[in-house]
């Protein structure tokens, strides 16, 4: 049998489907999320239900997304879950989760093993809705783990850790090879949880100046923040912020970041 055929489904690469068949792996998954039974709890990507009969096994009821049609189908005839799950066949880029906390009347657990191919993205469109998310548990390639959770003055440390910082607490999960999914993702993995902030520790005004300031910075990472900012910031102005010109984008903090853009914001027409 193909090694991309995983009970009798033929894996589509173009949804990024590597399916968990390891179960000590699964096991500590489903013990680092933890589900009560009065939970609202969301899956994105079922797949073949891995993690959702584990999962939906503590719960009275679920929500599952899944974009794969073939893959939906299937767990909406699986012998014991059928009862229990709704399942929303759908991109849950579209996914609108206010209304699924809503609906619940509690902020969500989210959790899923994603497709890496837009496992950003996706966080990002998660991150637009922390205040109906309680926690997240995601796989994902372990670069963007490291990514997610590394601090100042490493070279993981990038756009991604300040905006992801900004919005959640991250803890390192669990590391997991390749040869734990069928088929196997050329990269290692890791598990990650992300706990939304219940008061963000330091709120910008406006979310589109931090996401500029980080990706010119950062766009720009060898150079001092006084060349790659020159056209935001004059070096007095950047001193005058507590930011030393002649760091880098790696060696400023999320608070510092966070205190640029709100000075953005509040001074729009005195761009150096
Ligand atoms: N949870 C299963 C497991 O652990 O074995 C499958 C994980 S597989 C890496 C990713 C899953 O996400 C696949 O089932 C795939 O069809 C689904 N998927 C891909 N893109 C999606 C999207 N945009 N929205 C929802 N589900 C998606």
């Not at 497709?115 to 998310?133: D, G, K, Q, R, V």
Request: net charge neutral; glycine share 4%.
């Amino acid at each position: 049998m193909s090694n991309n055929v995983h009970q009798g489904h033929l894996a589509r690469k173009r949804f990024g489907q590597n399916f968990l068949h390891d179960s000590y792996i699964i096991d500590s998954i489903v013990s680092a999320i933890h589900p009560l039974p009065d939970q609202a709890v969301v899956e994105i990507g079922p797949g073949l239900g891995a993690l959702t009969e584990p999962v939906a096994e503590r719960l009275e009821h679920m929500t599952v997304i899944e974009l794969d049609r073939d893959l939906a189908a299937r767990l909406a005839t699986h012998p014991f879950m059928q009862q229990k799950l709704e399942i929303i066949q759908q991109d849950a880029m579209t996914v609108d989760f206010a209304a699924l906390a809503a609906k619940a009347g509690q902020p969500l657990r989210v959790f899923g093993n994603l497709p890496y191919n837009i496992s950003t993205p996706l966080m990002f469109h998660l991150f637009s809705y922390t205040e109906a998310i309680r926690d997240m548990h995601f796989m994902l390639q372990k670069e963007v783990v490291n990514r997610l959770v590394a601090g100042p003055n490493s070279k993981a440390y990038g756009r991604l850790s300040v905006m992801a910082q900004y919005y959640c607490h991250i803890i390192p999960v669990l590391e997991v090879p390749p040869e734990s999914f069928r088929p196997a993702p050329k990269v290692d993995s890791a598990v990650v949880r992300l706990v939304p902030h219940a008061t963000l520790p330091y709120p910008v005004r406006d979310l589109q100046v931090l996401a500029r300031i980080t990706s010119q910075a950062f766009n720009q990472r060898r150079k001092t923040v006084r060349n790659s900012l020159a056209n935001l910031f004059t070096p007095e102005q950047l001193k005058d912020l507590g930011v030393d010109p002649v760091l880098r984008a790696e060696n400023i903090s999320v608070e510092q970041y966070c205190r640029l853009a709100n000075w953005l914001t509040e001074n729009p027409t005195s761009q150096a």
